[in-house]
Nanobody, 115 residues
């Protein structure tokens, strides 16, 4: 069973930065694709970024050039560095691990961008 625990959320002013972390249990971490998603109040969950086992990355257009996803397989941890934050980035951020036949999710961490 895989468990994912996000951390690093909080309140930040527009233009500021935060780094989210997601620690995973289990032995399949290094071979799987990992992702970050977010859900703003009253909206559907949306994809933010993914990183494959070969370190290839992809980003949603809305965060490209501002956010960076990375992973440390030795620590079973995936990160999301968020720079130049905007109020519209306010959301609960979730990490995802793509298993062979099931997707695993964390419980999320809240990011609030406000002055």
């Amino acid at each position: 069973q895989v468990q994912l625990v996000e951390s690093g959320g909080g309140l930040v002013q527009p233009g500021g930065s935060l780094r989210l972390s997601c620690a995973a249990s289990g032995s399949i971490f290094s071979s799987r694709t990992l992702g970050w998603y977010r859900q703003a109040p009253g909206k559907q969950r949306e994809w933010v970024a993914t990183i494959a086992s070969d370190m290839g990355t992809n980003y949603a257009h809305s965060v490209k050039d501002r956010f960076t996803i990375s992973r440390d397989n030795a620590k079973n941890t995936v990160y999301l560095q968020m720079n130049s934050l905007k109020p519209e980035d306010t959301a609960v951020y979730y990490c995802q691990l793509r298993g062979l036949s099931v997707y695993y999710w964390g419980k999320g961490t809240l990011v609030t961008v406000s002055s």
